[in-house]
């Protein structure tokens, strides 16, 4: 695939796989991979809203609107040796933005040029000010996400209910996203690999690289419970939500685990909610898209022995892949 | 000491103690102990505010308003072989509380007991509903705080500057805190015993338990660039914001951590932002307090090399205990 | 026009209109006409997303991308002699919802018909627990807003910087509405008639009524300061927010706000915001929609002499309506 | 009274006053009246936190805790011709402060001295950067609280659910507030004259000024529904919450007037809803102090025929002033 899209919504799928199939995408970074030196000028190689190109749509053959599309990302791999990094004028969780003006002066803007080392296990960039940098290699899709539902188009750079631009640290190789399919053959969208993120993308970007990734897909019963992406690893299961403010999206992603696990456990809501308070981790994706990410998750080998998530799907992808 | 206290600040110091001189200190969990069954009645064992006793203030010889108090938790031990935690009407992340009603039914109220395992690796509560839980026992101490600046009196279920109702499972045994002390002497607060908490203490409890706890404090001079608690672990060093909206908290922990990165590191305040944003952990204390905690915390490993922190006083503590 | 549509953006217009030329259009009630008693199931009738039917897309001819358009409301009459208001489960400020969930039991649904009196002045209706109410008529579009920017389609639900759901009473007749234009013609969709409503819709209804408004567009040139809604009455000039949490809202007005009134009066960012400071008003629009809205508003008189706004737009279809 | 207090809570009163007589208080503006000039420097003249001096505590003879104090302000007159506001660095809602922190350069600090006209209507000031400004004058007290609750003692900077630092310009001439006494003589504090101010005291400060304010007190039963402070003018009965972030202030006042009207109008809660949900105001007060705060209002006028507030207070001290 060459083609990139900005929005989630709107497009005839470009490729079509099976359930159980394991293919690989091309995903460019954030900034179409224009962004190439410490001299460049974010806004003038990768013009709002033409950031964040994603791969797709992918169609899941026989999948139908109302059931559940399971993503399992096998592997991540770099597709390039450098990722780039930026701090702009007018984002960020620490500087007036468009959601969150004020009337200081504007910061500055500055490009990092992260070279990946030859072992593939870290990245190294010079400062301006002191001495180099040096981060771990922890690849993941920041844009995981299919077509909205009703009808909706939305820009790349937007998260919500049918995923998108989650940037959750969490969702690379090995993890399953689950998400509700809102049109026929569900429309995927992948793309902004991340080399390395903390919670929160504070400055607005993590290290951003293109990928070459392998990921299966897989089709879902519809499960009336489920109104929030849901993701799965070996370890976790959790529930993510998008919001503003940061606490609703706590609210969201939490209460939607408390009822899955109730269900899934065979607890009421009461117990479901004792359990989950004692053992869960709240993961911060964003905190400077349009709307916040949060992920409440619990370990699975803490819940009740039986208990089984989605159908055991996690486990037949991981499997099979 | 056999007596508690319902505040921090505006009590004569009920102990003295030496810097570098261990000490041990029994406290209570916020039920004062009274809370004994699954039959019993938070809110009438343990009416508003009578809630959260806290053992203290205790002072340091010679540390004057101004410096900073070091806080190290050597060991926490439990008191007693059980814990208790309750969901209740009006109150915790998923009800309608004090600062942001509605007009719902009220939730009902429930306790659980949780038995502490003989090998005191773990805790264990049957549920009404199904199968029982068991849960890791990982012991902290939800509040440490000292006496708030400007002669402020706050109730012991308060978060802020000074400390206080935290609720960061990271302020377990091996941990430091740093607090700027607002008097002479300091005069710390320390309760609040929890034996398990997840992010957020979403329900409104944790698992609450009496601890008997080794620490020993220290006193360091005053350091203009910390207006908000410094944390330190082996690993980790963090600054812990308290706010509302959860937002807000993140802003506080994340400029306050960067800040202290960049003096720490020789870095700018853009190369320190850019380094924190690729490695920084989001760690949410409580969602349910009158004021939301997080804190931002980087590993020390991927700092560059000769940064110390705190004039070394996390290790030096360390070494000590 | 027969037919309604529940999105902005994603339409051909269905109508064109000349700059300058009165012209009238029937709106729905948020129900589409369909709840017309207190029996009446408003998700049964009215299920989600097709609540909120717009008329429109209705092209002003000759407007280009980037230009502003001018929509002034010449008079809005009630097409029936009723109104309808509900409270739903999982819906408005006070009580959970999608948005901001919680574990309590729903709310129930409540459905009242207001009258019209024949006087044309006020509305009322029996309640089930006591007195009759009565309220005044004072109607407004709760809805007026144009084709997203930069392709995206959003539910007729919504508000932004398109305008949208607003919710803001302010927009009766008399009244000018200024939006950018994201595509040529403008693509202007009006409904949502509310025969009268509090600030912050707060229940998630006001009372719901079909409208006969007579309007009138006009077209003025880009400006590089707006990137919100404006708004105008003979009394005063207003920027509007939309966001969460509200106080984001209140801060994209008002330093919208700021920024007009220190390019219309010739005063640095200081003397503006210390103007405004002392003389505005903050109306809030809705609490209940996926992002809450805010006017800020400052009187014409109490600006200094001379001042010009949108180069007299109002006054001049004020005058010419 | 010459001497001034910046806390609320922890001092013994300076002066008891009886039920229904009406007496009279100096209070100084906010910087101690110390800041005369646009040279002044705010930070150095008033000094955080010595700013926002109170006038009292003020006993009520005979008031007991947990019944109901009525302050009804009589008359406000300016002590002084003048009056003085600020826009400061790391303050007010259009900058970063120090519970929402940015990386951003500071904003610069300016003063403006208003000088109040013959007439005693308008207040005017010259500009740095173009034509003068000229406002009404429209005093109110910024601050007026009791004791807190549960031994708590709070800066006069901060509001809460004892009153403070509410900066509602409902809070002037003819309007009547109840506070919930919390300690016997209920320690009635008052400062903070502002000669006039928008909504959410942007900028951080009003027109600041001195006021020579007669007032006069009453005691009421205790109200088990009254846990926020409520206010009443001739027209309007409101409830006041405070809280970050705003919506959640609104929730504590608009559940508050509901749970008010329900109860003095015979209705439910769900046709109370109804009403205020159609007629209610939600004027915002500050947006710049620890917490923010929000009248919900509703017209007296509006109500069911026969209701009756607070056993008639206000209009008995209206008569009797």
């Excluded at 974010?42 to 809203?49: D, H, L, Q, S």
């Excluded at 504070?202 to 293109?210: H, K, Q």
Aim: with cysteine.
């Amino acid at each position: 695939m060459s083609d990139y899209v900005f929005h989630f919504g709107g497009h005839a799928p470009v490729r079509t796989v099976e359930a159980g199939v394991p293919f690989s995408v091309f995903t460019e970074d954030c900034f179409s991979g224009k962004l190439t030196s410490t001299d460049g000028e974010p806004r003038i190689v990768a013009p709002y809203p033409r950031v964040n190109p994603l791969t797709g749509p992918i169609a899941l053959t026989g999948i139908k609107a109302g059931e559940i599309l399971a993503v399992h990302l096998i592997e991540l791999k770099p597709a390039r040796n450098w990722g780039v990094a930026t701090i702009s004028p007018n984002f960020g969780l620490l500087s007036g933005n468009r959601g969150n003006p004020n009337l200081q002066a504007e910061q500055a803007e500055r490009v990092w040029i992260w070279k990946l080392e030859e072992d593939g296990k870290s990245l190294s960039t010079p400062t301006l000010s002191g001495p180099p940098l040096s981060v771990p290699f922890r690849p993941f899709h920041g844009t995981v996400g299919v077509a909205p539902a009703h009808g909706e188009v939305r820009l790349s750079v937007v998260p919500g209910d049918f995923g998108g631009n989650l940037d959750l640290p969490m969702l690379g190789g090995g993890t399953t996203l689950y998400l509700k399919a809102n049109v026929d053959g569900a429309d995927l969208y992948i793309g902004d690999g991340h080399f390395v993120q903390g919670d929160g993308e504070i400055a607005g970007t993590a290290i951003e690289g293109a990928l070459d990734t392998t990921l299966v897909l897989d089709r879902l019963p519809a499960d009336a419970l489920m109104d929030w992406p849901r993701i799965e690893t070996d370890a976790e299961i959790g529930v993510i939500g998008a919001a503003r403010p940061l606490e609703d999206a706590a609210r969201i992603a939490s209460a939607g685990l408390i009822r899955w696990v109730a269900d899934a456990c065979g607890l009421d809501l009461f117990d479901a909610q004792q359990l989950v308070t004692q053992i869960c981790r709240l993961k911060i994706g964003n905190l400077v898209n349009p709307l916040f990410t949060v992920a409440c998750t619990v370990p699975k080998a803490l819940l009740p022995a039986g208990a089984e998530f989605m159908g055991g799907a996690h486990a037949r992808l991981r499997a099979g892949g």
